[in-house]
């Protein structure tokens, strides 16, 4: 167990691949002062298609990996690794806090309306356990939930291939089902931290003024909330370092990672590692 009451200790934060940069991206907004340790389980990528106890199993290795570095607070920035793992992972690193991408994306979502309907589109895994049905309605009874699987989506949000005429094709196939639901959502949770990539292709596929939840900023919000809360805000003066680190593929996780974190990456500071 790490001195998780060292204030000058980095955030750390995981995905199966470089999705989860978009929350890493939230967090250096909300908390520019703090240090971040990322991890992308590159070499497993994806989780949303494996058994619980293959998601299970690499979301606590990702963990391990992270406490040894040293961390005050763990951020699964993964939703399937959220859905199906986040308590075993709170079990693992007790007393260190821990923080999922479900329960913002949830609070996000009943936001935005009273007893709304919302979409979520997620891993199959992610929908599978049902994690963020179960989460709107524990915070708002009269909302209806639906969830689609949209596996290809996040191949092509890897692939960079993030609009134009097939991200948009595809996005319209993967929501031909709602017409037969006859649900028309009043939002739609991007349920996979790597749909935000996909946001803009999305906007055009679905009905206008149709609200696009994106549980990035609220998952920085509970963070900031959480450290202060805590007494482990950074003092430091200037920006926080980031390290990044990878289970496989270091060109790939710059030249993809950059579009999800916004800045050039440069694979040289990308540190392999071994789970
Ligand atoms: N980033 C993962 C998530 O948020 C999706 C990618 C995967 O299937 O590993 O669920």
């Not at 923080?99 to 994306?105: A, D, K, L, M």
């Amino acid at each position: 167990m790490n001195a998780s009451h060292d204030t000058r200790l980095p955030i750390g934060v995981f995905d199966s691949g470089v999705g989860g940069l978009t929350v890493l991206r939230a967090l250096r907004q909300a908390l520019p002062q703090e240090d971040l340790i990322y991890l992308g389980d590159t070499a497993r990528l994806p989780y949303g298609t494996k058994s619980r106890s293959s998601i299970s199993r690499y979301a606590g290795q990702a963990t391990a990996q992270l406490q040894d570095r040293g961390i005050k607070l763990l951020v699964v920035a993964c939703n399937t690794a959220s859905a199906v793992a986040l308590d075993a992972l709170k079990e693992q690193v007790k007393p260190l806090p821990v923080i999922g991408v479900v329960e913002p994306g949830a609070t996000a979502a009943v936001a935005t309306r009273p007893g709304g309907r919302h979409l979520v589109l997620a891993t199959e895994a992610t929908v599978r356990y049902g994690a963020y049905r179960e989460a709107i309605l524990r915070r708002d009874k009269l909302a209806e939930v639906r969830e689609l699987a949209c596996e290809l989506m996040v191949s092509l949000a890897e692939e960079g291939w993030t609009a134009g005429s097939i991200a948009e094709a595809i996005i319209r196939r993967y929501l031909e089902p709602l017409a037969d639901m006859d649900f028309e959502p009043h939002s739609i949770i991007l349920g996979c931290t790597h749909f935000p990539l996909l946001r803009p292709a999305i906007e055009r596929v679905v009905s206008e003024g149709t609200a696009i939840v994106d549980s990035a900023s609220t998952t920085a919000s509970v963070a900031a909330a959480l450290l202060a809360e805590d007494g482990l805000l950074n003092a430091q003066q200037g920006p926080g370092r980031l390290q990044l680190m990878a289970t496989d593929g270091a060109s790939r996780f710059a030249r993809v990672g950059g579009r999800f974190i916004g800045e050039d990456l440069d694979a040289s500071d990308i540190e392999l590692v071994d789970l």
